[in-house]
């Protein structure tokens, strides 16, 4: 499958339109149902494999953010064999406690996996949690990216991001 072709379905399937507030505090006309592409197996296989060979050199762990960068840092895992950790939002107040789960990110190089992008607001505040943890957080792979260009306060942060996907390629088929 072509990156048009995998845009055209991401789109078909995602593609919602009304008033939805973003994360970011900012208001849209339209919104992307990421869960409705990454519920889709023959989807997010395809997605891994095209983002698989985005993920920068030297990258020893996949730093999925809850709770849509899960499934597609999953997914890369299986397409990649590189491991996963899982990166909640706030550390759980029961169990092991943790706000990163799965692989241990301490002393490693990861990339942190996220599925839609508009401002990076949750990638800043994960990126920091990780690198609390002793990880070395330099990399930020999305499939969309809603925003702008490349967000300066992920640039400001030594943050390269990526995106498989931009909102003008999930649009160029209409």
Do not use: W
């Amino acid at each position: 499958m072509t990156k048009t072709e995998l845009a055209k379905k991401i789109y078909e399937i995602a593609h919602l339109t009304g008033e939805f507030k973003l994360r970011s505090g900012q208001v849209s006309h339209e919104y992307f149902d990421k869960y409705r592409f990454e519920a889709k197996p023959e989807l997010l296989k395809e997605i891994a494999k095209q983002m698989a060979t985005m993920i920068p050199a030297g990258t020893e762990v996949l730093a999925g953010l809850e709770m849509g960068g899960i499934p597609v840092a999953t997914a890369l895992s299986l397409e990649t064999g590189l491991p996963c950790a899982f990166v909640r939002k706030a550390a759980k107040d029961y169990g092991t406690c943790q706000f990163s789960e799965g692989t241990p990110v301490k002393g490693k190089n990861i990339c942190i996996i996220e599925d839609v992008i508009t401002t990076g607001g949750q990638v800043l505040l994960s990126a920091q949690d990780l690198k609390t943890l002793g990880a070395h957080v330099k990399n930020v792979l999305c499939v969309i990216h809603r925003g702008s260009g490349q967000e300066s306060k992920l640039t400001e942060a030594g943050l390269q991001m990526t995106a498989l996907m931009t909102m003008q390629d999930l649009k160029a088929h209409l």
